[in-house]
Structure formats: structure tokens, C-alpha cells
């Protein structure tokens, strides 16, 4: 199992630049999220998935769009990169609709906006 | 909405115990979580509180009071790999179904020899 996997680990964008970010997961999960780490600061959820055929934004949503593909894979989309959007960008999944507390990481992407 | 508070850093030494405090205010509360990060790394889940009291798991403990609205992590026999950011988060509902867990800013533990 090689549980969550993010693709790309780094990547740096000009402004204006569009890219998306995969994350795939082979524990079977139901649920699926996006966060944004800045430093000195938590985790900020930007958009999540419950389930497979259902996206809802997060507290931090503006600027980024999302697809659920299936059950394995949720994407994550800048349209117009700013530098705002410098961060590293975590994908989670959790096993049950009611099992959020113990979510499983993937290893992130580096994101560099200038 | 949802906020939490946690010290932005504690040291201790090698061996010892340590105790890292979390308070939170929200709506909807469901449990209290905890979870490790390295640097550069991902976060890892430590433990999970929905009801008062202590949770034990090997070095690790975690302890909750829903009245209080304060929890916390303390570990025992500190290693110097011990040494990450410890991250607190409260489990809440989702408007769109599912729960989510909101994020404290962290503590980063040093230990020292």
C-alpha cells in the first residue's frame, strides 16, 4: 500500500500560471481533503470531498477549484496562480464519513508563486 | 466557527515529561485530535479524545475535558526524535456531510540532551 501520493513534490509557477496538483489514495477511503500549510501556522482545509461525486468548499477556497475524479483521485486546481498561493499543499483521506479525526497525509507539494 | 489555542513552542530535555496544552471554542464538537509533524515532513495522527478522560498509547497520552474545552498531549521519556511541531484539532460536522478536523497553529517541541 502505498496509501496517500501527491504529484508534483515541488514546483515553482510565475504569476498568472495555472497548474493542478494529484493526489490519489489505495486504502479504499470515502473521504478526501486539501489543506494549505504557511509557516508558523496550521493546517487550513480548501476544499473537501465526503464522498465520491461530492466537492464542498473549505475555509480557505477562493482561488482554487477541485474535481473528485473517483473514489482513488481528488485534484486540486490554481486557475491563475498569485503568489498568495505560496504554501505547501497537503491531500488527506479518512476511512469513514464519521472517522475524520485520524486522516492519512500524503506527502505534500511544495508550491513556490513568484 | 472554530478556534484553538496551543503554546507556539516548548523545550524540555531528554528523558523528561512533557505536557503541551490545547483549548479550543467551537460549535458542533465531536473530538479532540493530535498529530505529529516533522520537519518536512507530513502529519502523522497520534491520538484521538471524544470523551473526558486519558488516552493512553505507549510514551504518548492524551486527555480531555469537554467541559473545559481544554486538552492535552503529554509525553513521557522524551527522545531527541521526539523533537516536531505537535499539532491539536477539533472534529466538527461538515455542512456537506462528513466532518472535518480544524487545525491549531502548533507547537514545536525541542529536546535537548
Known amino acids: 500500500n502505498a496509501g496517500v501520493t501527491q504529484t508534483p513534490k515541488f514546483q515553482v509557477l510565475k504569476t498568472g500560471q495555472s497548474m493542478t496538483l494529484q493526489c490519489a489514495q489505495d486504502m479504499n477511503h470515502n473521504s478526501m481533503y486539501w489543506y494549505r500549510q504557511d509557516p508558523g501556522m496550521g493546517l487550513r482545509l480548501i476544499y473537501y470531498s465526503a464522498s465520491e461525486g461530492t466537492t464542498d468548499k473549505g475555509e480557505v477556497p477562493n482561488g482554487y477549484n477541485v474535481s473528485r475524479l473517483n473514489k482513488r483521485e481528488f485534484s486540486l486546481r490554481l486557475e491563475s496562480a498569485a503568489p498568495s498561493q505560496t504554501s505547501v499543499y497537503f491531500c488527506?483521506?479518512?476511512?469513514?464519513?464519521?472517522?475524520?479525526?485520524?486522516?492519512?497525509f500524503g506527502p505534500g507539494t511544495r508550491l513556490t508563486v513568484t | 466557527g472554530q478556534s484553538l489555542e496551543q503554546p507556539s513552542e516548548v523545550t524540555a530535555v531528554e528523558g523528561a515529561i512533557v505536557q503541551i496544552n490545547c483549548t479550543y471554542q467551537t460549535s458542533g464538537f465531536y473530538g479532540l485530535s493530535w498529530y505529529q509533524q516533522h520537519d518536512g515532513g507530513a502529519p502523522t495522527f497520534l491520538s484521538y479524545?471524544?470523551?473526558?478522560g486519558l488516552e493512553e498509547t505507549g510514551r504518548f497520552s492524551s486527555f480531555l475535558s469537554r467541559s473545559d474545552s481544554y486538552g492535552y498531549l503529554l509525553l513521557q521519556e522524551l527522545q531527541m526524535k521526539d523533537s516536531a511541531s505537535y499539532f491539536c484539532?477539533?472534529?466538527?460536522?461538515?455542512?456537506?456531510?462528513?466532518?472535518?478536523?480544524?487545525f491549531g497553529t502548533g507547537t514545536q517541541l525541542k529536546v535537548e540532551l
Open positions: 488527506a483521506s479518512t476511512g469513514s464519513s464519521g472517522g475524520a479525526y485520524e486522516q492519512y
Open positions: 479524545n471524544a470523551l473526558d
Open positions: 484539532a477539533v472534529r466538527a460536522g461538515l455542512t456537506g456531510g462528513g466532518n472535518k478536523l480544524t
